[in-house]
């Protein structure tokens, strides 16, 4: 297996993909130059920012909003009532409660025929770690949007810097000039980030867009609602804990003791990763064949990766082994037998 067949088969979505094949080869070689890489140069690009961690991007939905008030207490949200500039598709910026009022207006307008609500737009995040350039997060995030969405559907940008985490908020309008509605699926979201990564790039930000297995983590499992949820608790300052977190560490426990097993999606997580697994070795092999110093030097680092990432790392196995751990440590301790007292000095005999 060759090295760009064999980092593909590493870091392929999870979701069926089309293939894309050379026309001239033989056998026919897969290209995916829709999906991350199409030569060997930027496979080993691709592959060095993985094994080297670079930032990985973050691209999600946070919302759906139906009807005009809906979508415009969405904008004041994003534009923080006034204090964050709301950049258009036209690069004008929304500042006043009229202004907001009005786009909303102008994007439910024409769902006022629909019998029920409807979606009038789509809210999405577009995220970067701590440390990042905020300006150039927008700037990405506005070349995405603008090569993506301008041609059909409207749509606004809001950068937040109030987090250690800078993030653009991206709000579309659903209903395109030609009637598609926007309802961006894992496909397209993969194609956004994928994009998001490139684009950062492009402006001098190291920047990956991989499935969580690729990188050896297993599924996060944490919805945008529960996550604001868990926020909540904590700003609260309350012990309680919602009920997702209760459910998963009570199985935890239990599996701990030995009085229930891990889902299913544990033990296929961990096979993908046997098989992500083989194909870094054989990219490693592949580097290590070519004879060059700094295909090596890549070989070297997938090696130490691997040696980092021998387990899939799902929520529910680790806090299963964390619950095993306690559980050890208190029998240990409950097995050392007490020691000996030392005698009384007045049962001592004179």
């Known amino acids: 297996m060759g090295l760009e067949s064999a980092l593909w ?36 690009a691709k592959l060095a920012r993985i094994v080297r961690k670079a930032s990985e991007v973050v691209v999600k939905v946070t919302g759906r ?43 439910s307008d024409t769902l006022q025929w629909r019998s029920r609500p409807t979606v009038s737009s789509v809210s999405l995040i577009f995220s970067m770690p701590e440390g990042t350039d905020p300006d150039k997060v927008l700037g990405a995030v506005r070349a995405l949007a603008h090569s993506e969405l301008s041609d059909n559907h409207d749509y606004v940008l809001a950068l937040h810097t109030d987090t250690p ?9 659903a209903e395109g000039l030609d009637r598609t509605r926007f309802n961006p699926r894992p496909i397209q ?27 050896g983590q297993g599924i996060a499992g944490s919805s945008m609602a529960l996550v604001k949820l868990r926020a909540r608790l904590r ?7 919602t009920q997702s977190d209760r459910r998963t560490n009570e199985q935890a426990i239990a599996v701990a ?49 691997l040696d980092k ?19 050890a440590a208190d029998q240990s301790k409950a097995a050392i037998p007490a020691p000996d007292r030392p005698p009384n000095d007045r049962g001592r005999e004179r």
């Open 189 to 215: 979201l993969n194609r956004f980030r994928e994009r998001f990564a490139r684009e950062l790039r492009a402006r001098g930000v190291a920047a990956e867009a991989t499935p969580r297995r690729a990188r």
């Open 235 to 241: 700003t609260e300052g309350t012990r309680q804990i």
């Open 257 to 305: 003791k030995g009085q229930d097993q891990l889902p299913p999606f544990i033990a296929a997580g961990t096979f993908r990763w046997q098989e992500i697994r083989r194909a870094y070795e054989q990219t490693a092999a592949a580097l290590d064949a070519t004879g060059q110093t700094e295909d090596r030097e890549l070989a070297k680092d997938v090696r130490t990766f």
């Open 65 to 107: 909003q139906r009807g005009g008030v809906h979508v415009k207490a969405h904008l004041e949200y994003i534009g923080r009532k006034g204090e964050v500039g709301i950049e258009t598709r036209d690069g004008e910026i929304l500042t006043t409660k009229e202004e907001v009022a009005e786009r909303a207006a102008e994007w």
């Open 165 to 173: 985490r800078p993030h653009v908020h991206l709000t579309v309008q």
């Open 309 to 327: 990432h021998q387990g899939m790392n799902a929520t529910p196995e680790v806090f299963a082994a964390q619950y095993a751990r306690i559980i």
């Open 9 to 44: 088969e590493a870091t392929r979505p999870a979701f069926r993909v089309r293939y894309i094949h050379d026309p001239a080869s033989t056998p026919r070689v897969p290209l995916y130059a829709s999906y991350g890489f199409a030569t060997a140069l930027t496979a080993r």
